[in-house]
Each structure stands twice: as C-alpha cells, then as structure tokens.
C-alpha cells in the first residue's frame, strides 16, 4: 500500500498568481467548439478512407459484372436445312444402334451446311455465321439423329460481328446484317453453354473457358500434393521437435524470406531450375504445379505453424502421461486439433496460387490450346493466363469474354474464401 | 507404361505389403506371445516403407539419369554421325529432337532433328522400361526383406518413428533448398550477364534499349536507372501516396470509432481487396482507369498524356495495397498499451488528438515497418504494372507519362523464344537479382523495425 495523501475537504483557491480558466466565456466556448469540429472532421475522414476503399471495390466489381454477363450469352440465328435433299436418302434404319456413328461420320456437314447458308442467306451468307457454326450443326446432328430425316431449322451461332451488334454497338454493315436478321426474327440471344466448356481459339463468339479451368486444376492438384505435406510436416518439425540450433535459425529465416519474395522471382526460378536445370516440358502444368507449390509452402508453414502452437500443452502432457511416444503425441493428438486451422490456411494459401499469373507466365504457361490438356505433362495454361492474354487481344470481342472469365475467377476465389473463414469459425477451438 | 501408372503400381504393392505384414504381426498377439514390442500397424508400416522408399528413391534418380542415358544412345547411332561438333548446335538439335519425340506436332527449325526424333521416342521407352522393372525388383526386395524382419520382440515402431522424422527433418530443409535454388540461379545467371555488360553501366546507365546484339564481347543498351525511377514512382510514390492516407485512416476508424457491428462487416470487404488477383487489377487498370485518367489529363490540358501513365497503375496498385496498410497499421495501434490511450483522454483530449497525438507517434515505428512491407510488396508486383504501365523506358517524373518498369522488363525480356543465352535473357535474370536483394533488405529492415517496437512496449 503507498502512502496515501489525504485531501483537504474543501480545495483552497488557485494562489492568487494564477489565473482562473473561465470555461464558459466566449473564447473557451469557441475553442471548444473547434476542438469538436475538428473531431467530427478527423471522424468524417476516416468513414470516408473505409468508404472509398470499398467503393472501389464494389466499382471494380461492377465494371466486371456490367462487362462480363454478355460474355454470358451468346446470339444464334436460323438455318433451315433440308437434309433429305441435301444427303441424298437416308433411311430410318441406317440410324438405328450401331450404324448410327458410320452414317453421320459419312454425311459432310461442311458441304451441306455451306449450301443451306447460301441457299438462305446469299452468296456470301456465310457473314452471318461463326466459322465454327458447321461443327456446332453437326453436334446437333449427332444429338439428335431424327433430324437428319427431314426438313428442320438449326440455331447456329453467329459471327462475332453479329454478336456484337446485338449486343452494343459493331461495324455498320454488321448492325445492318442484325436489323435484317432481326426484322426477320431469325435471331436469338440464348446462354452461352460453349463458353463454360470450350476451349481458347481466335473468334471470340467462340471461345470457352474449359480448357484453361482444367488447366488451373491440375496445376492446383500438383501444387496441393506437393506443398500441402511438405508444409506441415515443416511445421510440425520446427514447432514441436526442432532443437534451437543454427540449422533451425536457417530453417525460419528461410522460410519467412521465401514468404517475402515476389512472385515473379519465382518464376525465374523455375525457368532456370525446372526447365533448364531439369529439362522438364516447357508450358507443362507440372512444372507450374512445382513452382507454385515453392511459393505456397510458406504460407502453409505459418499457418500450420500458429495452429501448432494454438493447441494448449496440456494436450501433449496428457497424451505423454499416458504413455505416447513423442511422434505418437504428435500425431494422434496435437495435429488433428489444428487440422481446422492448418486447413484454413491452405486453402488461403491455394486461392493465392490460382490467381497467381506472373510465375507461370515466365514459365511458359501461355501455350495456345484449342483443346483442354489431358494430363500433367501436356501443353497447358491457366485462367489468370488467359485472362491475361485475352486481355491483349485487339478484337473487342475480347472484352467481354475477359470480364467474363474474370467473374469466374473471382467466383473461384470468393468460394474459396468463404470456405476458409467457414472452417475457421466453425472448427476452430478456443483453448 | 507412364510415370504416373508406375507410381500408383508401387503404391498398390505397398498397400498389400502393408496389409499382409500387419497381419503377421497380429498373429503373434493372438498366438500369445510373451512380449510383443510394437501394435500390428507399426509392423505394416514398417515393410511398406522397405518396400515403397527405396523404389521411389530409386525412380527419382532414374528420371534424372535416364535423359542423358538417351542422349548417349542416340549420339552412338550412325544417323547421329553427321551432327555439328560444336556443342552448342549439338545441343540444340538433340533438345529439339527429344522435344519432338515427345510432342509430334511442334514446328521443327532443325531438320536433323526429325531423323533424330524416333530414335529419342526409342531410348526413352527402353530406358523407362529398364527403370520400371528394376524398381518392382527393388519393391518386392525392401518388402521381402523387411517381411522376414518381423519378429514379436521386434522395434518396428522405433523404426518407423526414425523414419518419419527423417521426414519432417527433410520437409523443413526444402525451404532451404528452394532460397538456395532462387539465389544459385539468379547470381549464376547474372555472373554471365555481368561478363556482356558492366554492372556499372548495368546500375548505372541511362539508356534501356536492350538488343540481342553482341560486339565484341559487350553488349549495349542495358542501362537500368530508367527501370529503377519507374519501379519506385509507381510502388513506392504513387501507389503510396494512395495506401498510406487510405489504408492508415481505415484502420483508426476501424479501431476507434466504428462500433462493432461496422468492423465486423468492413474488415472482411477490406480484405477481399487483397484477395481480389492482380491480374484483374491489371485488366481493371488497363481497361477502365488508364482511359479515364488520359480523358481527363486531356481536359485539363496536358495534350501528351499517355494511355499506359504511370498514374493509372500506381493508383491501382496503391488500392491493392490499402488491406495490406491498414492490417499492419491495426496491429501496432492494438499494440500501444490502453494507459497511454486512457491517460491522454483523461487530461481531456478528444478521440481524434488522442489519436494524432498520442496513439499515431507510439505506434509510428509498426506503422513505418508496415509501410516498408507495403513498398517491397508493391515493387514485385507485376502484372499491374505489365497491363497498365508502358514499355517506353522513360526518365520522367510526369505521372500521365508512361515509365516501365523492373518486373514488365523481366516478363518482357523471357516471353518471346529467345535463347536462353542471349544478353537479353540474361539481363532478365540481374533485373530478377536487383528486384530480390531490395525486396529482402526491405523486409530485413522493416520486420527489424517492428521487433524493435514491440519490445519497447512488452
């Protein structure tokens, strides 16, 4: 207890020298009154920094939305095809089990298809359509063998020009060409199917996100196999096993500079190891699996590592009074106590990974694929990749689709997240 | 038979390895033996591992052997006789070749290479067949042997427990390995490009036209100052003049004025800022911010505006870095200690000269450490400033001009097939070095000015 200084009941007057603050004479009141603005000022500002840092965000989200849902739609217009003239007779019968496959694969499609247009649309009809349109009239074919009997009209996709002008505004001839077609209700605008399941390719009506997506999850699939173990396992030595000695020292300083480093450096390292080094195949989604595991491994390491340390001593006292060995206290009893928490921050880790562009570009990930890769040594590239590259692309059809890809993206990556804070709130034990 | 079809045959006959030792060991126990060491499952473990690591082990020093293997195959033929003896076409063919052989449809510069190819496809199919049985061999071996190895008094489970931390010994010295992979390739690299160009003219020139051209034995045009001004007026200029005043009032707001209910929702939209790629900050940048700043740099009169300025891309980047500002800024506030906030608002200080007086200068040391972060982080951006920033290597402190940057340089320099010796290759590679050694001692400098600061409170 301190000493204890005893106040007086009734307070003496300042010494006569000092002079007595008069609070609620007019200059006080003043200065008051401006402390206050200043306060609601200092206030304002702050609400407006939160303010307008998230109105960019949502003006960011915005201009995606507004460019990318036409990337969505796609315009077709009609073509009536009268397959009996066109195909000679084919009978009932010839489309029936087995023969089925033999008689479409002897119908030519190209020829027929150019003839319809020009038998509907003129000599140089073939304007109004995508120049995928006659793969897009035999899928339907193949869908649908009936139709090959009789007379029917197919949707096609049309031109990118086309599209354009039913959309927002295209080169003069294209709108004329659209009011026509308009004018004539042979044109629609449905759901762009092709653009979740295609692949990349140079008319942008035409191009599909497929290829690119598979590329990204095999890469992901790598990059997961290959960073998640390593990564607790690090943890796990450096939080519970490793004596302080200077191979640790190296170990942390490691770690946390590889945390640091740019992407892009990364990319020069796989370039000069993975694929100079090594002579692994250039644009292969194993080689960006490999690099972007490097850079993800970090992160997984912290994470792991504050989820370790959140699992309280008791755990491992008991588990050891009761007879575990070290690894066996480990791994029957501190690890699947931070298994939430290890997972949120992989899954952090691998939404980092899938937006990342840079490494991979210097790696060569940009191949030019028209069909989506098959396995992990194929020609490959990924979607942040071919954002990019879409977005380099001169065609204004282009903006569309890269809005579009880029709402995907974000949709990948937003889920992610959401999973991320779900298991952590969910799981994630207070000690 | 591919790699991937092998690993999973090895997996399967460790799995069976596993089950059958595990039921040997588990016979002891109902057979009632006297002192059994370790449970059933150790023992399994035990004769997987014999029987999978090894193979694996084997397998990885195979694929790194058997190309050359091929190589050494294919030079014996007689087709290979009339190669080039100058080692370094030689390469270039045998690489072409090999890729050929893997990839049927590539586009060929080297005719040589085409005769070669099915010789390639050859040597590696019968080396990856010598591989794949002389690894089954060592599977069924390790298994066998670690089979006849089970006995009740023996220590599988001391056994397995040395392995596994081997493993996590192994696992950690990976991040080792990759610092010392990053380092190794980027010196070596930039040690042949330092033979090409000076690194004083390198650092210190103020011309950047780099050409592949080489005369006698010196290469010209790799002055980098104009990348190093570009790379510090949009990262540590511009886009902080943006992220400091945002992303440190967000944070004061976020920790002392907003209630509860407000930071519960405005923390998370904050951060999806930083979540949000950078890719889609580079579209965004390019597409609708650079537009609207030349628009209005032509309204207000300066006719040379560029469509690629240096403002465009620092503005959005300093937007990106705002989460990562105002995160750092909330930790060291949270870590000035509540008697100095208490004691200023008990002398009768408003909130907000608490905070310009009080809080901000004891929390300033985190809240520089953080901005150094920022800046590190803002200079290794890349595709930002790839999209939105120009390729004209410009020295100019005009924020509508457009100025390039290290990290456009460096994607620049390796996208296009050039070889991989050629001076601007190379130069990649020191761009690559500089970027790394200033982004380390930034982070060096800033984590040991935020240490510093905690212990001045703890």
Known sequence: ??????????????????????????????????????????????????????????????????????????????????????????????????????????????????????????????????????????????????????????WLPTSSDIDRAAKDTSTPEAEADYAQLRQAGEVRQTLNWNFLTGSDGTDPAQVGIWGSL???????????????????????????????????????????????????????????????FFAMPRS????????????????????????????????????????????????????????????????????????????????????FTTTPPDGFTDPATVLPVQIFLWSDEVNRGFVEKTSAAIIVLLVFLLTMNAVAVYLRNRFETRW | MTSTAILFLIAGLGLITWVFARARAGRFIQSGAASVHSLPSYHGWYAAMWAVVPAILFLLVWSSVAPALGSFAVLESPLAADLPADPF???????????????????????????????????????????????????????????TRIRPDFRARTQVERTVMLALLLASLIAILATLGIVASLIFETIRFFQLVSPFEFLFGLNWNPSDKVVDGQATGFGAVPLFWGTVFIGAIIAMIVAIPLGLMSAVYLTQYASANVRKWMKPILEILAGVPTVVYGYFAALTVAPA?????????????????????????????????????????????????????????TKSETIKQVLIPAALPGVVGGVLLAVSRAIGETMIVVMAAGLAANLTANPFASVTTVTTQIVQLLTGDTDFNSPMTLAAFALGLTLFIVTLLLNIVALQIVKRYREAYD
């Open chain 1, 1 to 154: 207890m301190t000493e204890t200084v005893s106040m007086p009941a009734n307070l003496p007057a300042p010494a006569s020298g000092a002079r007595k603050t008069d609070w609620m004479g007019q200059t006080m009141q003043k200065r008051i009154a401006s402390r206050y603005a200043a306060e609601r000022r200092f206030k304002f500002m702050g609400l407006a920094a939160v303010v307008l840092s998230s109105l960019f965000l949502a003006f960011l989200l915005f201009v995606m939305v507004g460019n990318g849902a036409k990337g969505f739609i796609t315009t077709e217009a009609t073509l009536t095809v009268d397959m009996p003239a066109a195909t000679g007779s084919i009978s009932a019968e010839q489309l029936t089990g087995p023969r089925l496959s033999a008689t479409i694969a002897s119908i030519d499609v190209r020829r027929i298809y150019d003839n319809a247009v020009q038998a509907q649309y003129g000599k140089d009809g073939s304007r109004f359509f995508a120049s995928t349109a006659w793969t897009a009239l035999r899928a339907q074919l193949t869908e649908n063998p009936d139709l090959i009997l009789g007379k029917a009209k197919f």
């Open chain 1, 214 to 276: 598979k590329g990204s999850l095999i890469t992901m699939v790598v990059t997961l196999f290959l960073a998640f173990p390593v990564g607790v396992l690090a943890a796990v030595y450096l939080e519970e096993y490793a004596a302080k000695n200077r191979l640790t020292d190296l170990i942390e300083v490691s770690i946390n500079n590889l945390a640091a480093v740019p992407s892009i450096i990364f990319g020069l390292l796989g370039l000069a190891v993975f694929l100079q």
């Open chain 1, 284 to 367: 292969a989604a194993i080689v960006g699996g490999l690099t972007l595991a490097l850079m993800t491994m970090p992160v997984i390491v912290i994470a792991s590592r504050n989820a370790i340390k959140a699992v309280p001593p008791s755990i491992r006292e008991a588990a050891m009074g009761v007879g575990a060995s070290p690894i066996q206290v480990v791994f029957h009893h501190v690890l699947p106590l931070a298994i939430p928490g290890i997972m949120t921050g992989t899954i952090i880790g691998m939404a980092r990974a899938l937006g990342e562009t840079a490494p991979l570009l210097m790696i060569g990930m940009r191949a």
């Open chain 2, 89 to 147: 076409a030689r390469a270039a063919i045998l690489s072409e070749a090999r890729e050929l052989s893997r990839n049927a449809d590539l586009k060929v510069f080297n005719d040589a290479a085409v005769q070669l190819a099915p010789l390639y496809a050859d040597a590696d199919r019968r080396y990856m067949l010598i591989g794949a049985l002389a690894a089954f061999l060592l599977c069924f071996a390790g298994g066998a042997y670690a089979f």
């Open chain 2, 293 to 349: 700043l030349r628009n209005f740099a032509v309204m207000i009169g300066i006719s040379d505006a560029s469509s690629e300025s240096a403002l465009a891309a620092g503005l959005v980047m300093g937007v990106m870095i705002i989460p990562f500002v105002s995160s750092m800024a909330d930790d060291s506030i949270a870590a000035v200690p509540g008697s100095m906030r208490d004691g200023s608002l008990a002398m009768g200080a």
